[in-house]
């Protein structure tokens, strides 16, 4: 396969980089002003100012703060010889800027004051704290038309406005969405009339970061129709945001799609405070949070409680002589907001009409989904629910093998047939991939060559794996609705919900395709690709594209919110995309919800994910893009400091994903020659990629397996909690609350760690030396192989010789303990070895890896016994070391076998006389 030549680029992205130059702006203009005049330094230190600002002038046109107003204040100061002036500005700019702290007190931006006197005089005078954001427009105005913009948006503020916002000014289509792909601050896009498409002011420096935007040509589209073609952009690239358009075209000339692409649409006659107040008003709705403000309403309000809940309002805690530290430790107002009422402001989660189901519907935009539902038991509910709603007993689910136990014990629940898929194995590190896609299409063949394919009702797939493994979600549903057009999806994205807030990760999330898909469906160019298609088929080759006339988009998507962003522990939501939900599902679907949603939910959780929904309408582009660019950073610590690489190494693509499943050829990340490799492309065409928030640390040549070193070493000695180890390596995860701090605190304990290793190696005799070589050993070279899944004993094959077990009438056929015995793990090969078929009559699941290797009904292969007695963990669910395995007595699986056959054969009568009939 040709390797395509990956871009690489010095810096991970823009925001690296600027900092970087604007703290070489602050060394050097520091440097200047303690120069001696007319010295070679003072001129060496001149010329890299001045290409210093010039290469931050072609960054900061896309930023209102510093802004190119803030570089030309410096250039004036450096041309009149004002360096001690120049110095301090710069270092005050950097320091505003590097901390956030112009965020935080953006009145004084416009003023270029920078006193900290004066921002903490002011701070005490107005408690009120505005919140600051930029606006982008686009118009191809002049420098004065700019000028005169700003000072007419300046004198429309009023000074009590909660919210407050700077201006950045782009003149082209191509400036625009660079703008929006490097400015996190932009929360509102005004388009005014129709701008030119290409730019004349792209610099070499920012070109690598834009290559994609770069590539997109619209020269061919009249200028006219540039402007709603960006608000589309705008839509599709940062949906969170309000686009405004503003046109002098008629309206009865303006179509249907550039009205709905757009929040409003205005028309030259009107003026800047219309404009103004509609951007103010757009922001003020975001910024909405219906039940976490009814339920901060409702704990102010006197109450008086004759109901359940004495802790309520924190009456039986603050009286307390014996608790009252628990009411001191967590405050007051986590009381007051403790009730069980529904009513009086509140509302009820199992029949919302109110707060809640306004904030649902909230999330429902923000995630891009048709519904959503808040769960206040974590996605373990959230995954049964929906199994519940969706599957009834019989109906067949192809299932990842190593997902979430919560889904096997779903499909014990419902009573369908499980068809295990497995994932392709990464033996030398002890983990799994993902299901390449191959393998499900010939399970669905199988299935449709059985004649049970109208039995098969839905395809469960982890997305994205504890690991990092992210499928091609729009590849994976294209060609299995080619095969089965009606399958429902449900994608496990209990560590991907920070996903659908940067466009690169979105493109593989379940709503997004689920929205892409269905309009591409829907399409006259579909269906004439489609009808291309077929005609160009060779005899018996298989369609990757679905009927236009029989494809159904049903994709449900189950999301920890509490693992990647802002939730309490255990809240969850489920996002559902689907095409029949009135017609077909949303009865079973409530029903399902009642079953498991307890009737006292958490107040607070539920507050929390309301919370959480408007945190990543303002702020989850900026934050999940700077979790990525803290993953990227460790990784770059750590491959590049020889102390650290000494002991580990970070798995990066090509460790976790054979060449096969990589179109692009894209196999790391980061490079110490080359720099960081550019992900966009792999993103948009690989089958498989690797989460970089996911980073999997190598510790084979410690000597150490990974259980201990999370307990030992990380957790005793350091207090770092981390998220999975295997028996070599430990995974570490950044997300939206991942600080620089914790990056660098994390990086000290490594190499604090290794030192420790260089002075214990020091100190080994022969003998000791001798045991810690082959220890090492061990965890690098004699891994295990990992099992995959055997097969369903044929007393609990849904039908003999096709793919699905009833794993539901094993599961209860083990309640009777005459059914079952235990066999010590030891004694297993020899009894299996002498002909005994030995049946799990249990899930089986160590941690790690955290997945069942043995489900009831399955039999057990050598291959399972060998990986369990080399697994080096003291937790298996399941198991007991004292007593052994758990199996089915031979005589219940010979009687099991009896009434099967004779289940079968009376459904092969009932077969014959309906066609009779």
Not at 198 to 223: F, G, H, K
Not at 389 to 402: E, F, H, S, T
Request: proline share 4%; net charge negative.
């Amino acid at each position: 396969m040709p390797v395509k030549k990956q871009i690489s680029t010095p810096y991970y992205n823009i925001g690296q980089l600027r900092v970087d130059y604007w703290n070489e702006l602050k060394d050097r203009t520091g440097e200047l002003s303690r120069s001696d005049k007319g010295t070679s330094v003072e001129k060496n230190c001149i010329h890299s100012i001045n290409n210093l600002l010039q290469d931050l002038e072609s960054v900061e046109c896309f930023f209102a703060f510093p802004g190119i107003s803030r570089l030309a204040k410096l250039k004036k100061a450096l041309d009149r010889d004002e360096f001690t002036a120049l110095a301090n500005c710069t270092a005050d700019t950097t320091r505003e800027l590097v901390s956030d702290t112009y965020r935080s007190h953006p009145d004084f931006l416009e003023e270029d004051v920078n006193s900290m006197e004066l921002v903490e005089e002011q701070e005490r005078k107005d408690s009120v704290r505005k919140n600051y954001f930029e606006v982008l427009f686009v118009e191809d105005m002049s420098d004065h038309e700019e000028r005169h913009l700003k000072r007419k948006i300046s004198e429309i503020r009023e000074p009590n406005e909660q919210f407050t916002y700077g201006i950045v000014v782009q003149r082209s289509v191509q400036d625009a969405l660079i703008a929006l792909s490097f400015n996190h601050n932009i929360q509102a896009v005004i388009i005014r009339y129709a701008p030119p498409y290409r730019s004349n002011a792209i610099s070499p420096l920012i070109e690598p970061y834009v290559e994609d935007l770069l590539n997109l040509d619209l020269t061919e589209q009249p200028d006219k129709f540039l402007g709603p073609i960006l608000g589309r952009l705008a839509h599709e690239f940062r949906p969170e945001l309000d686009t405004y358009y503003v046109t002098d075209t008629a309206l009865s000339d303006l179509k249907d799609s550039t009205i709905k692409s757009f929040k409003r649409i205005f028309y030259r006659s009107e003026d800047l405070q219309e404009i103004h107040l509609t951007i103010m008003r757009g922001i003020s709705e975001r910024y909405e949070t219906p039940f976490f403000s009814a339920l901060k309403d409702y704990s102010k309000k006197p109450t008086g409680v004759f109901h359940a809940m004495p802790i309520s309002r924190g009456n039986s805690v603050f009286k307390s002589r014996w608790i009252n530290d628990f009411g001191e430790f967590y405050g007051r107002n986590m009381f007051l907001a403790e009730t069980s009422a529904t009513t009086g402001g509140l509302d009820s989660l199992l029949q919302p009409t109110g707060p809640l189901k306004k904030a649902q519907e909230m999330a429902r935009d923000a995630y891009g989904s048709q519904h959503t539902f808040f769960v206040t038991n974590g996605t373990s509910t959230s995954n049964k629910i929906v199994m519940q709603a969706l599957v009834k007993p019989g109906d067949v689910v192809l299932i990842d093998r190593d997902c979430h136990k919560s889904h096997h014990y779903g499909i014990v629940l419902s009573g369908a047939y499980p068809v295990y898929l497995d994932s392709y194995p990464i033996e030398k590190y002890s983990m799994y991939g993902a299901v390449p896609i191959e393998q499900i299409k010939e399970k669905l063949i199988d299935l449709k060559t059985a004649g049970r394919l109208d039995k098969v009702k839905m395809l469960l797939l982890t997305n994205c794996t504890f690991d990092g493994m992210v499928y091609n979600v729009e590849r994976v549903m294209q060609e299995v609705l080619a095969i089965k057009p009606d399958m429902v999806f449900l994608w496990d994205e209990a560590w991907f919900a920070f996903a659908g807030f940067t466009y690169t990760y979105k493109q593989r999330t379940g709503m997004f395709c689920a929205k892409k898909l269905l309009e591409r469906y829907q399409s006259d160019a579909y269906r004439a690709e489609y009808e291309k298609h077929i005609k160009a088929l060779k005899a018996n080759e298989i369609s990757t594209l679905p009927d236009p006339d029989l494809v159904r988009i049903r994709v449900y998507s189950t999301q920890s919110t509490h693992k990647t962003l802002s939730s309490f522990r255990q809240g969850s939501m489920i996002h559902i995309f689907d095409e029949d939900f009135r017609r077909k599902s949303e009865s079973t679907f409530l029903e399902a919800y009642m079953t498991h949603t307890s009737t006292s939910p958490n107040y607070q959780m539920l507050a929390s994910l309301d919370v959480g929904r408007r945190q990543v309408q303002f702020e989850g582009f900026e934050l999940v893009e700077k979790s990525i660019e803290l993953a990227m950073i460790l990784r770059a610590k750590i491959n590049d400091n020889p102390q650290l690489n000494k002991y580990f190494d970070v798995l990066t693509v090509h460790d976790f994903i054979p060449d096969e499943y990589r179109e692009t050829g894209l196999a790391e990340y980061y490079d110490k020659k080359e720099g960081w490799n550019r992900m966009d492309d792999a993103w948009e065409k690989d089958e498989f990629v690797l989460d970089p928030t996911k980073i999997t640390l190598h510790i084979g040549r410690t000597g150490i397996d990974g259980d201990m070193f999370k307990n030992k070493f990380l957790m005793d000695k350091f207090n770092i909690q981390i998220n999975k180890t295997s028996r070599n390596s430990v995974l570490f995860m950044t997300n939206i609350g991942t600080t620089r701090g914790s990056i660098t605190y994390l990086t000290n304990a490594l190499l604090q760690i290794a030192d420790e290793l260089d002075e214990k190696l020091k100190s080994l005799n022969q003998h000791e030396t001798e045991i810690h070589k082959k220890r090492i050993h061990s965890l690098t070279k004699d891994v295990p192989p990992l099992p995959d899944f055997s097969h369903f004993h044929h007393s609990f094959q849904a039908v003999p010789g096709v793919p699905g077990g009833d794993m539901r009438e094993a599961y209860f056929l083990a309640y009777n303990e005459d059914n079952y015995e235990y066999i010590p793990l030891l004694d297993c090969h020899k009894v299996m070895k002498k002909g005994k078929v030995l049946v799990a009559s249990s899930f089986v699941i160590p941690y790690p890896p955290g997945f069942p290797v043995l489900v009831p009904g399955q039999v057990v292969s050598k291959e399972i016994i060998a990986f369990m007695l080399a697994l080096d963990v003291s937790e298996i669910h399941g198991y007991r070391s004292d007593l052994g395995l758990r199996v089915f007595k031979e005589s219940v699986l010979d009687r099991q076998k009896t009434m099967t056959s004779m289940g079968a054969m009376s459904a092969g009568a009932k077969k014959i006389d309906l066609n009779k009939n």
